[in-house]
């Protein structure tokens, strides 16, 4: 098992940044991929930004230039690094780790969370 703990969360005015992390614990060999998804209110979780165990990342079209992911594989943590925030990035935003084990057994994870507002 995997334990994921997010934060960084928090409440910021448009054109503002924050710094999410999610630190992973327990089981926490063969990670494969560690990324952020985010939910905003009555809409369905999307992929925000992802990254591999050998640093390949990928964005999302709406994030892309403002948003930037990176990890410490030592530490198992992985961070966004959010600039130029818009209130349209208001969301509940979720830690996302994919684990490959030896056997080929595969395992998702998801944190619990944490809320980015940003006002106008």
């Known amino acids: 098992q995997v334990q994921l703990v997010e934060s960084g969360g928090g409440e910021v005015q448009a054109g503002g940044s924050l710094r999410l992390s999610c630190a992973a614990s327990g089981t926490v060999a063969s990670l494969n991929s560690m990324g952020w998804y985010r939910q905003a209110p009555g809409k369905q979780r999307v992929l925000v930004a992802t990254i591999t165990s050998g640093g390949s990342t990928s964005y999302a079209d709406s994030v892309k230039g403002r948003f930037s992911i990176s990890r410490e594989n030592a530490k198992n943590i992985v961070y966004l690094q959010m600039n130029s925030l818009k209130p349209e990035d208001t969301a509940h935003y979720y830690c996302?780790?994919?684990?490959?084990?030896?056997?080929?057994?595969?395992?998702?994870?998801w944190g619990q969370g944490t809320q980015v507002t940003v006002s106008s």
């Open positions: 996302n780790v994919d684990q490959i084990l030896s056997d080929s057994t595969r395992y998702e994870y």
